[in-house]
Structure formats: structure tokens, C-alpha cells
Antibody
Framework: QVQLQESGPGLVKPSQTLSLTCTVSGGSISSGDYYWTWVRQAPGKGLEWIGY???????YYNPSLLGRVALSVDTSKNQFSLKLTSVTAADTAVYYC?????????????WGQGTLVTASS | QSDLTQPASVSGSPGQSITISCTGTATDVGGYNYLSWYQQHPGKAPRLMIYAVSNRPSGVSSRFSGSKSGNTASLTISGLQLEDEANYYCSSYTSTSTVVFGGGTKLTVL
């Protein structure tokens, strides 16, 4: 059974960088079948796709976050990571990591439990 | 990219059927059969209910079904149960290789 677990600071100061890591267990992140994804949800709001990364390092990002977001993958640790720079209060959200695949037509079948990140001084 | 359009809320009584719509454009919903639906209970992670417009992952009840016509997709839940009360989101792959979500629909089971 695949499991994903987010980790990282729960509090980030405005203008600083938000950094989160997702650890994948029960499956290899290097499997060519899957894309590894970040989604966030501001308090009381809907889901917002942030971006996804393939094990080779290819990335695709939400255009609204271009210039501030970067995803990376560490196959040796079976982890992938999110960095979001110049955070503001608007970046306060629960951040989820998830898995998708071409055969799923980019549906996200496994999710982490989510981690709340608050941008506040 | 713009969010897909969903009704803010729908409601139904136990045993009834309801349908939630998800409207996009020819560059997302209408252009691909890459439409998914998620159920999210408060404080929980989303759960994939439908992928590729009408496919159910293992473990999802057959009471959930999906369809698409043009730029609008639909999720139908038949035989409503109290545990179906949740927020539902659609998502679609887009022509720029990105993913876009709908704004979400709150389902109330009366």
C-alpha cells in the first residue's frame, strides 16, 4: 500500500521560503508510471494544484505560482519536495502531496494527510 | 488558467440521486477525457472517486458515476447515504499540461 507523508515547518515568516518534503513509502518514486504532485487548500477554500514532477526531474507548475515555486525529487530517499519563495498570508494553507499517473488520466489516487503551513510573523 | 465551474451547493434526501456539474472549456474538460472527481470530508484529505471521466478506482461504490458532454462533466450519486455528505471537487488536465480544479460543491444529505 502506497503511503505519502508531508513534513516541514508549520510556520513561515512573510517574505521567507516555504519548504516541504513528501516521503513516499510502499512504492518507488523512480517508477516511470507516476507523477508526484503538490496541492494546497487555504482555510475554508477549495483545492489548488501547485505542480507535479516526474522522477526524471521534469516539472509543470501552476501558472499563477510561476517564478515562486520549485519542485525537486530525491530518488535515493524516495522523497520529493516543494519550495515556495516570498510567501505571504495568502500562502497559508494545508499542503498535500499526492500521486498521479498517465493511466489515471491525471487523477490523484494517493494523498498524504496534509500539513498546515501558516505564513505569519 | 481559470477554475472549473461547479455549483456551490446541492442537496438531496437519503435514497435519492443527485448530480453535480463541472464546466470548463475546450482546452480542459472538453478537450480531454482527463476528468476526475474527489470527495473530501472536513479535516480529511481528498479521495479519488472517479478518474478518466467515468472510471471508479477500486473500493469506490458503484453508486458513484461520471459522464461528460462537451465542456461539462457530471458526477451522479445514486441512493444517497448520510456518509455521502461532503465537499466534491472536479479536476481536469489542460492543454498546457497543467491541472485545474473546480471550486467545489458542498453536498448536504437532508
Amino acid at each position: 500500500q502506497v503511503q505519502l507523508q508531508e513534513s516541514g515547518p508549520g510556520l513561515v515568516k512573510p517574505s521567507q521560503t516555504l519548504s516541504l518534503t513528501c516521503t513516499v513509502s510502499g512504492g518507488s518514486i523512480s517508477s516511470g508510471d507516476y507523477y508526484w504532485t503538490w496541492v494546497r487548500q487555504a482555510p475554508g477554500k477549495g483545492l489548488e494544484w501547485i505542480g507535479y514532477i516526474y522522477y526524471s526531474g521534469s516539472t509543470y507548475y501552476n501558472p499563477s505560482l510561476l517564478g515562486r515555486v520549485a519542485l525537486s525529487v530525491d530518488t535515493s530517499k524516495n522523497q520529493f519536495s516543494l519550495k515556495l519563495t516570498s510567501v505571504t498570508a495568502a500562502d497559508t494553507a494545508v499542503y498535500y502531496c499526492a500521486r498521479t499517473a498517465g493511466w489515471l488520466r491525471f487523477g490523484f489516487d494517493y494523498w498524504g494527510q496534509g500539513t498546515l503551513v501558516t505564513a505569519s510573523s | 488558467q481559470s477554475d472549473l465551474t461547479q455549483p456551490a451547493s446541492v442537496s438531496g434526501s437519503p435514497g435519492q440521486s443527485i448530480t453535480i456539474s463541472c464546466t470548463g472549456t475546450a482546452t480542459d474538460v472538453g478537450g480531454y477525457n482527463y476528468l476526475s472527481w474527489y470527495q473530501q470530508h472536513p479535516g480529511k484529505a481528498p479521495r479519488l472517486m472517479i478518474y478518466a471521466v467515468s472510471n471508479r478506482p477500486s473500493g469506490v461504490s458503484s453508486r458513484f458515476s461520471g459522464s461528460k458532454s462537451g465542456n461539462t462533466a457530471s458526477l451522479t450519486i445514486s441512493g444517497l447515504q448520510l456518509e455521502d455528505e461532503a465537499n466534491y471537487y472536479c479536476s481536469s488536465y489542460t492543454s498546457t499540461s497543467t491541472v485545474v480544479f473546480g471550486g467545489g460543491t458542498k453536498l448536504t444529505v437532508l
